[in-house]
């Protein structure tokens, strides 16, 4: 497709893939822990104003593993880094689930790096009513089901990973899963000093986004981050009849807010 | 050869609807432990352990699991220990502590080398990866499975080997003072063992490490072809392999007739038997397999089959073994999966599970009758895989004491003597007659054939 190139650069001490699309100011977009889902219609609706910078997860797809990074900071460190040399900064942000915590755990390292923040259904904080899904312990195909509220109304939902459950994708899957596991098994998918650190964030505007009822990470962490987020300016929206996945289950209104809040 | 004794020490009176119901074993709920009637297995196993050794048998073989009624030995060195003082001559053989689990193995390094000097001499120390679900139930990182087994290995072993003190900072354990003050009986360490269910990657270590690799009741024909890969890398290696580099577990029951050990024989299937040990998705949990064992496991699934949602071990194992559908495990897994989705009923996934029965038996994975008909088959396993050590895998399920023990008095006067005197004519050789790895190999000799494909040929 015309829409969009993957390049290897290499950045921060080792090979990156980076999908790029899209034109105008570049909006960097951290990806989920089963990985890049494909280019779905929030991304062809960004991308027409917005160059859209996508690193893929080192240790999935066509990124190495880089053994060094051990834990969801430290992949937030590399993040860092790889902005740095790629002179991107301050670029906004926006992290869907695993990438939200990512980009988290950046602005609590270095709040200058991002212009503004948007956070959606991110794990990283122990919500305080509900537990965040093991994750680990289902199957792929119970963790995808798990993602949206109702399947029949979410067209997409049949599009995410290229549709089709071939081997390949199976293996793609199975990749990602590890590498999430590898950084996030324990404590489960969240970091407990992230909520002291967050405190530290200033001038970054940041706008976190849920669906009511997600059953991956519970709408109580919606709280939870904006009250870690004290000392910034952070507004939550919530979005009703909506699981883990708003971009897709909400798409034309998840595309305005986010529009909207980074004009 | 080396004849041993071993039972899983099942929690048996679980009920069987829950672990139909649960599709596994691993992670029944916990309110279907009942204190007295753990109490009285414990204490029957030990009493089965020493009858074992009365009986004749070389030696006795504990394993370990976690949150799964299919083993109580969740702490396999405590029952070892108790062993070590109340048995007098058999090995003790421990197959074997799930490594990757341990946040300390320095302390495991401790239990064994304890347990070695209490039994004088008689541990034979064995390390596993562990089941997927050891990972999750100890909250141990799968993806760090294969390291962690590693370095716990080399720590264990520099722990009794390199004199202390001394600091080991590795990857996943570090400690600033290594220096246990009881160190092993046995010198410079006790003689390991490695058993597996055929992931190549474990065979090729063993090999390197001229450890004996202890085949779990895997099939005959997938087995055979590791067997002939460790030879192959203990060529490599510059040894030569034989039978003392092998072992082999396998379902046994034997009754004083016919009609009673086909009855309670059938209980090495209860609830779905090693099949249902636990569902996919705790069987490999992400990480827990290699890369190339992910891919071999992508392409053996087939559409329909429902495997892309989870694929478990022994549908991978059965693809190795290129096994026709319809064998032993097949019925009952595509009945589970119906169950899982409320197509089938508890009395259905029951009924596909005996089923299976009569094929397993002819597969040879299970192995039941009497004295006089048990050993002719064993004969056959013993002359396809020529294994220096065999394991006698105690049946499962509701059987009762009295029972199980008639099996070992049995096994002890009549299957022992024949299978002692089959071992002799066949020429194998056990572990401690001749040292694992202690022939070199001249390159470019003929290597010793390890497997006998004809009698392979000759079973099938």
């Not at chain 2, 299919?70 to 029952?79: Q, S």
Request: charged fraction near 25%; proline fraction near 7%.
């Amino acid at each position: 497709m015309a829409e969009w190139t993957e390049e290897i650069t290499h950045v921060a001490g080792t090979d990156l893939a980076i999908i790029k699309g899209g034109q105008g100011k570049p909006l960097l977009i951290l990806h989920e822990e089963l990985g890049h889902p494909g280019w779905m219609s929030y991304h062809q609706a960004l991308a027409k104003d917005r160059t859209l910078v996508i690193p893929i997860q080192p240790g999935m797809g066509k990124s190495p593993r880089v053994e060094q990074i051990r834990t969801v900071h430290e992949l937030g460190l590399f993040y860092l880094w790889a902005l740095r040399e790629l002179n991107l900064g301050p670029i906004d942000v926006l992290g869907f689930s695993f990438g939200g915590w990512t980009a988290a755990e950046m602005a609590s390292a270095d709040s200058k790096a991002f212009r503004k923040m948007v956070l959606v259904a991110p794990p990283g904080i122990k919500p305080p009513d509900g537990d965040i899904m093991d994750i680990f312990a289902v199957t792929i195909g119970t963790q995808l089901n798990a993602t949206i509220y109702d399947a029949e109304e979410t067209p997409e939902f049949r599009k995410l990973y290229g549709g089709e459950r071939t081997p390949e994708q199976f293996e793609a899957f199975e990749e990602a899963r590890t590498e999430t596991a590898r950084i996030a098994w324990d404590p489960i998918l969240h970091n407990p000093s992230l909520p002291y650190f967050l405190q530290g964030v200033r001038g970054l505007p940041t706008r976190i986004i849920w669906g009511r009822e997600d059953a991956v990470v519970p709408v109580s962490a919606a709280e939870a981050y904006r009250q870690a987020l004290a000392n910034t300016d952070v507004q939550v929206t919530i979005f009703e009849h909506c699981g883990h996945r708003p971009e897709i289950e909400k798409g034309p209104e998840f595309v305005k807010l986010v529009r909207e809040f980074l004009a | 050869m080396i004849l041993m004794y071993f039972t899983e020490r099942p929690y048996r009176e679980v009920p069987e609807d829950e672990v139909i119901k649960n599709r596994g074993f691993f992670g029944v709920p916990n309110r279907f432990f009942d204190r007295e009637v753990g109490s009285r297995l414990y204490n029957e196993y030990l009493d089965e352990m020493v009858y074992a050794e009365d009986v004749g048998f070389d030696a006795i073989m504990l394993n370990e699991h976690h949150g799964t009624p299919f083993c109580m030995g969740a702490v396999m060195n405590v029952e070892a220990a108790i062993l070590a003082r109340i048995t007098k001559k058999a090995k003790i053989v421990l197959l074997g502590n799930p490594l990757p689990t341990f946040k300390n193995p320095l302390r495991i390094a401790e239990e064994l080398a304890e347990i070695d000097c209490i039994s004088r001499g008689r541990l034979v120390p064995g390390w596993v990866r562990g089941a997927g679900s050891e990972s999750i139930f100890n909250q141990a990182n799968p993806a760090y499975n294969r390291e962690r087994f590693e370095e716990a290995h080399d720590l264990i072993l520099a722990a009794w080997t390199r004199p202390g003190p001394f600091r080991w900072e590795g990857k996943h354990f570090n400690y600033r003072f290594v220096n246990p003050w009881v160190t092993p009986y046995q010198k410079p360490h006790p003689p390991i063992m490695i058993p597996g269910v055929l992931s190549p990657e474990t065979v090729v270590w063993c090999a390197k490490h001229r450890y004996p690799y202890l085949g779990l009741g895997t099939a005959l024909p997938a087995t055979a072809e590791l067997w002939n890969i460790y030879g192959d890398t203990a060529a490599n290696e510059g040894y030569v392999a034989g039978s003392e580099n092998f072992g082999y577990l396998q379902h046994v029951f034997v009754a004083e007739t016919e009609e009673k050990a086909q009855e309670l024989g059938k209980a090495h299937l209860f609830g779905g038997g090693q099949g249902a040990f636990s569902r996919p998705e705790h069987t490999l949990p992400p990480g827990y397999n290699s890369k190339e064992a992910t891919r071999r496991l992508a392409r053996t699934m087939t559409a329909g089959s429902g495997g892309f949602l989870g694929v478990s071990s022994e549908q991978l194992n059965r693809a190795k073994a290129n096994a026709e559908p319809g064998n032993l495990q097949a019925v009952a897994d595509s009945t589970r999966r119906r169950l899982a989705r409320g197509e089938a009923t508890i009395e259905e996934a029951r009924a596909a599970i005996y089923r299976s029965y009569q094929k397993a038996q002819d597969g040879l994975q299970i192995i039941t009758g009497t004295p006089k008909t048990v050993i002719p088959k064993i004969r056959k396993i013993l002359e396809v895989l020529r294994p220096g050590v065999f394991g006698v895998f105690q049946s499962q399920g509701p059987v009762s004491f009295e029972d199980r023990m008639t099996s070992i008095r049995l096994l002890g006067q009549e299957v022992l003597p024949a299978v002692r005197e089959i071992g002799k004519e066949l020429g194998i050789v056990d572990p401690f007659e001749r040292k694992p790895g202690a022939r070199p190999y001249a390159h470019g000799a003929q290597r010793e054939q390890l497997v006998s494909l004809e009698a392979l040929r000759a079973q099938a």
